[in-house]
């Protein structure tokens, strides 16, 4: 029998966020259980979640500012979300009318805030219930000017319709900052609830698949109709107004996050005159349409030289002629990237065409369930250590605004002819594609379409392509010169930290449509990045190349590793490992662009070239290209996909 020996993982508690800071984007979810019962809605898990990913489980300072607005605008039955614009806002409303069932009213409330005066006589707001004993204070009306001020946008809706709206929070990312609402409160005069001090686990791990990994997470959790319980993204948990007592540890650990905050805040956003924002954010701009010539590589060096005007920048590394800063467009969110570009193609559809819109065409999205089947792997049905695909909410933005869309889903060669006919067929109608929308590579399967071709087919019938970056990255891949608007989530390995969301929309300059593209977001573009996330994001994405590089290497010589114990590797290609081939392997193959369509990669792959960061002498340091950072694995069974996640010696949750 084999010896099990001890592993000591160290995992911050179920439910609270990962790091444990104010704006964290994660959660954790230490186990294979924890994860399934999470998308399955254990109240287990649903009543543990002190924070979660924002666009699926709104950030509690938010929820607060919520109850703020609801006790001062809401009539009885109203609940309500928070948006940063009225064209936001607005398409909200629109959205719940559309989608609803029945006729539903819906109220829009432009509320000013600003800090409070010393002479206002605050507004007293009776608590909510009667354990409450915390009275909000919500001062008079705002008399600053609009730089001492935040506008916040206000959707009311009757209560039983706040699944529906919370959809259009999710899809779009296009809902306040944590941060911001942050300053909403501070301008209001309250504190921020705290999400809960969290608990360090220490947990004695065995390094064998022994007993211990049973079936336990395959039971449901019935509740009344037959109904599971509904997931966290399907409504806020509700504020705790009176938080339970910290243990004496739960406070020193409180007391040295509350001062890693305070720090944080003070270095990275609050002491920065409003000047700073837009230098912060300039220099993202050309960061990401890589112009910087001398870009800073560490996260410590002052942010003015990177965004200032006389700042030297250059020729693009990027691959594309004639690209600069003007190009790229911030968003709040990877998501809100992704659906202003949908609205972007369909609102210059007729200027492109001379036609109305007609559908997209959603390219190689894949939802990756517990178990994949033949046709997605190649192998018999076998398990994934995913427990779900989050981004489908592309496929859902495609299917809910606008006439809809074609869902071709493998995004593999073989679907090309499809992607044609499809074309073909609409051409000559009075609505022709209007967009084709794909990931490169997709996630979680790493596949990476055709480009070359695609770009062939999108000219010949004049439609557009938009390609999502995200898990490429733009040190790894030159998708820009097929593509007419990239898309990424910067949220991820651009950011490097999980203490702030964003996301970008660049225009390609050489495409054919470029100028109908761009006046369009000359007159539609609305800079709603809250100022201190890009001061945040700035600073965060300073190495990103030298991160993308160690990335790119580990992931490597993991996925390499991994794949040497699969069933998919064939044994003679290293003899070392030929004494283990009669063993039974529980990794049934493991996905990465490095063997998933592969050519297609390569085809778009970057060669190594100077970085904007310089060595001692000067000159600029070469970093190589790789095949990213994200790896996907199968199993033969249910346990040993349980036993692998389990043992995992690091934090777990999403976007981590």
């Known amino acids: 029998m084999p010896t099990a020996t001890a592993t000591t993982v160290v995992a911050t508690e179920l439910g609270h966020s990962v790091p444990h800071l104010p704006h964290a984007i994660s959660v954790s979810l230490p186990t294979w259980r924890d994860t399934v019962d999470y998308e399955e809605g254990a109240p287990r898990v649903v009543d543990s979640m002190k924070t979660g990913y924002p666009r699926f489980f709104i950030h509690r300072s938010i929820q607060l500012l919520a109850r703020i607005s609801e006790r001062k605008f809401a009539l009885p039955g109203e609940r309500c979300l928070l948006f940063p614009t009225a064209t936001i806002a607005g398409e909200c409303r629109s959205f719940i009318r559309r989608h609803s069932p029945t006729p539903v009213t819906v109220r829009l409330v432009q509320y000013m805030i600003c800090p409070q005066s010393s002479t206002e006589k605050p507004t007293l707001i009776p608590p909510t219930s009667p354990a409450s004993s915390k009275t909000i204070i919500v001062p008079s009306p705002c008399q600053g000017t609009p730089s001492e001020s935040v506008e916040l946008h206000i959707v009311l809706f009757p209560a039983d319709t706040f699944p529906l709206a919370k959809s259009f929070w999710q899809h779009t990312g296009d809902g306040i900052s944590s941060r911001m609402a942050e300053k909403c ?146 968003h709040p969110t990877g998501m809100s990237a992704i659906w202003h570009s949908h609205q972007l193609a369909l609102g210059t559809a007729e200027k492109r065409t001379g036609k109305s819109a007609g559908k997209s065409i959603c390219f190689g999205y894949v939802k990756c369930p517990s178990r994949l089947t033949r046709e997605d792997t190649g192998h018999s049905s076998v398990y994934c250590s995913h427990v779900s695909f989050p981004y489908t909410d592309t496929l859902k933005i495609l299917q809910k605004w606008g006439p809809g869309c074609h869902f071709v889903g493998t995004g593999l060669d073989k679907d090309l002819p499809e992607v044609r006919q499809i074309a073909q067929e609409t051409y000559g109608s009075s609505s022709p594609i209007v967009a084709l929308f794909c990931e490169f590579p997709s996630n979680p399967l790493l596949r990476s379409p055709n480009l070359v071709e695609l770009r062939k087919i999108a000219d010949e019938f004049n439609f557009l392509i938009v390609v999502d970056e995200t898990i490429g990255n733009f040190v790894n891949v030159d998708v820009l010169k097929y593509a007419d608007v990239v898309v990424s989530s910067i949220t991820k390995v651009f950011s490097g930290e999980t203490n702030v969301m964003g996301g970008s929309l660049v225009l390609n300059p050489q495409c054919r449509h470029y100028n109908t593209l761009r006046n369009h977001l000359s007159s539609t573009y609305e800079d709603t990045y809250w100022p201190e996330d890009a001061v945040y994001m700035e600073r965060n994405s300073r190495d990103f190349r030298h991160r993308i590089d160690v990335i790119n290497r580990n992931a490597e010589a993991i996925a390499d590793f991994l794949r040497s114990q699969s069933e998919a590797f064939t044994c003679s290609q290293i003899s070392d490992v030929a004494p283990y081939s009669n063993k039974r392997r529980v990794i049934k193959d493991v996905f990465y662009p490095k063997w998933v369509t592969k050519e297609n990669f390569d085809a778009c792959r970057n060669r190594p070239a100077p970085t904007a960061a310089a060595d001692g002498e000067g000159r600029g340091l070469i970093y190589p290209t790789g095949y990213g950072g994200l790896l996907s694995i199968t199993f033969s069974d249910q346990l040993a996909a349980q036993a692998f996640f389990d043992n995992l010696g690091c934090e777990k949750g999403p976007s981590l």
Request: proline content about 9%; overall charge positive.
């Open 185 to 330: 409160l501070e301008f209001l005069g309250v504190k921020p609830d705290s999400d809960g001090s969290p608990t360090i686990t220490v947990r004695a791990l065995a390094t064998t698949a022994g007993g211990r990994y049973g079936r336990t997470n395959s039971a449901k959790f019935p509740s009344k109709n037959g109904r599971k319980p509904a997931a966290p993204a399907a409504a806020p948990a509700p504020i705790n107004l009176n938080p339970v007592k910290p243990t004496l540890l739960e406070q020193e650990l409180d007391s040295l996050t509350n001062d890693h905050t305070a720090y944080l805040e003070e270095r990275y956003g609050r002491s920065l005159p409003i000047s700073s924002y837009a230098v912060a954010k300039r220099a993202l701009r050309r960061r990401i349409a890589g112009v910087l010539l001398r870009d800073s590589n560490s996260p410590s060096d002052p942010v003015e030289p990177l965004g200032a005007a006389e700042a030297a920048v250059g020729e693009s590394w990027r691959g594309v002629k004639s690209i600069s800063e003007d190009d790229v467009y911030l």
